[in-house]
Structure formats: structure tokens, C-alpha cells
């Protein structure tokens, strides 16, 4: 069976590392260092099944680049993955349906691995 596709946009590159190594057994993991790029590979990858997004990152934040990514994707599940609690720009992204959750580093594998199932299970 083919391997989901995921990307994964962090400006931090232990981040990027992290993630890969807990998820590219069950996945195809792809890696940006930023909103700009995420955009980019959107474009040119049509495989890409669900998005993840840190939120605090230079030049453009995880709600901005999710927001400029669904107008390229709009079917994909989004979501953000940050360090920090709650912020009212991340319940307005709910709220607005902009992300499907949030979720919380250190993240935990069997919960994001458990959504990314229930969200592409076809």
C-alpha cells in the first residue's frame, strides 16, 4: 500500500528532523523551513494529503501560510502544531474551520498519527 504524504512546515530544522524520524515509517514526509516554501511544494505536489504547520515562524506565520496553502488546496486537512497554549489567532483559525485542530509540541505521535488516519481513511 502506497504511503499518505504529509508536509510539515517548521523554521526550525530539529523540528523538521523530529518529526520526520517518528513519521516517515508510517509516511511520505515532506519538509519545509517555511510558509513560502510549504506554498511552493503545494504547487508542484499533488500527493500531499494533510498539512501541519508550526505556528510561530519569520516572514509568515502558521495561520497565514495555512490560509494562502487552502487557496491552492482547499480539500486538505490543516492543521498547526505549536509550542504554546491556545492563542486567540489559533481558535479564530478553528472557529473559521481554517484548521481541522491544533496541536501541542512536544507533540504526540499516536495522536497526530491517529487524526491523520480518521482524515484520509477512503
Known sequence: ME???ILYVDDESL???LFKMNFEKQ???ITCESGKEGLEVLRTNKDIKVVISDM???QMNGTEFIASAKELAEHLNYYILTGFE???EIQHALDKGLIR????KPF???EITQEIEEVTAN
Open 108 to 110: 504526540n505521535v499516536k
Open 101 to 104: 485542530r491544533y496541536f501541542q
Open 86 to 88: 491556545i492563542s486567540d
Open 27 to 29: 509516511y511520505t514526509v
Open 56 to 58: 510561530k515562524m519569520p
Open 15 to 17: 523540528n523538521l528532523l
Open 3 to 5: 504511503k499518505k504524504t
